[in-house]
């Protein structure tokens, strides 16, 4: 893979979804103890299913803007392989029309069994009486997104991927949530030319050797622009 592009929530907040660590952040309304680790879930699954339905029904309404829209461009149009890493639980990239897409958290339009594994696509609200189709036991499903203590999707293609990358570039991410935040070190060991795409330097932005500050829509249109010209 020749280039890889990180993604955070801040590619996705000019479409409406909030961010997690912003001073309006999710994390300044609830506890992220409470609502996105397995034993906040094994406390009160139906607090947490509620507030990963708000999510998924956010999620069914909200609408790409102009920096996923630039990034599947990018993706067509560009001579080099890209890979899109997404920290993003919502599926604005895939609505925009981007198709290398590895979510690495999960995503909450599809659920997941906590007894057999057994996942579905859907836009429909989860509860705690919900039976899973394939194993029926009732109450074991829930979002399919990866909570704190959990282990990230995909690492191994990710790892991979950062090895062969002669670019790396991150989007929208605060730098706070390991592994993600260590994906900038991986690309410069790797040898890899590190581009910070953010309103503001992430806590690791000294790492990248190239950086933009503003806003998504505007800096990430702007960048793919130069990148494809
Ligand atoms: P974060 O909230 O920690 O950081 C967001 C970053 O985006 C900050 O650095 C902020 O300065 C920047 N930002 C805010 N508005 C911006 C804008 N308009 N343009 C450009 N940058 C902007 O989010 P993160 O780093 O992605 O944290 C990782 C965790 O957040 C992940 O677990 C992810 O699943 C989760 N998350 C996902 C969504 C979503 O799917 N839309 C929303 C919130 C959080």
Known sequence: MSIVILTGAGISAESGLG??????????KVDLRDVATPEGFARDPEYVLKFYAARREHGVKAEPNAAHFALARFEAECSDEVLL????????????????????????????CNNCG?????????????VCP?????????????????MPYHMGTIE????????FVSIGTSGEVYPAAGFVANAR????????????????????AEAHYGLATEVVPKWVEEMLA
Do not use: Y
Request: proline fraction near 2%.
């Open 19 to 28: 961010t997690f660590r912003d001073k309006d952040g999710i994390w300044t």
């Open 85 to 112: 890493v997404t920290q993003n639980i919502d599926v604005l990239h895939e609505k925009a029309g981007s198709k290398n897409v590895l979510h690495m958290h999960g995503v909450t339009n599809q659920d997941l």
């Open 134 to 150: 394939q194993c029926q036991s009732i109450g074991t499903l829930r979002p399919d997104v990866v909570w704190f203590g959990e």
């Open 189 to 208: 060991v790797a040898g890899a030319h590190t581009i910070e795409l953010n309103l503001e330097p992430s806590s690791g932005g000294n790492l990248f």
């Open 118 to 130: 057994h996942r579905q696509k859907t836009e429909k609200s989860l509860t705690v009486t919900c």
């Open 160 to 167: 991979q991927a950062l090895e062969d990358c002669k670019t």
